[in-house]
């Protein structure tokens, strides 16, 4: 079973940019694809990144120029880099390991704010 945190959530005005973490631990042979979704108050959870392992990357297209999803494969860690933020990018941040693992951390809250 594998365990997600993330962190690096808060509040940030219009405009700023904020760096999210998932660390995974547990037992992790192979992890090929990791995902960040949000959800909002009130709306259905989205799937914001994906990150395959060879690298490929892709993106909602409401996010597509401001956001970067990386990976340290050495430390288990996956990073979204968040700029440019929008008040409509408030929402709980989670992390996310697709079957065979079908994990999810606990969220983090970034608010978007002036």
């Known amino acids: 079973q594998v365990h997600l945190v993330e962190s690096g959530g808060g509040l940030v005005q219009p405009g700023g940019s904020l760096r999210l973490s998932c660390a995974a631990s547990?037992?992790?042979?192979?992890?090929?694809?990791m995902d960040w979704y949000r959800q909002a108050p009130g709306k259905q959870r989205e799937l914001v990144a994906s990150?395959?392992?060879?690298?490929?990357?892709n993106y909602a297209d409401s996010v597509k120029g401001r956001f970067t999803i990386s990976r340290d494969a050495a430390k288990n860690t996956w990073y979204l880099q968040m700029n440019r933020l929008k008040p409509e990018d408030t929402a709980v941040y989670y992390c996310?390991?697709?079957?065979?693992?079908?994990?999810w951390g606990r969220g983090t809250q970034v608010t978007v704010s002036a």
């Open positions: 996310h390991l697709p079957p065979p693992f079908g994990s």
């Open positions: 990150i395959i392992s060879g690298g490929s990357t």
């Open positions: 547990g037992t992790i042979l192979s992890i090929n694809v």
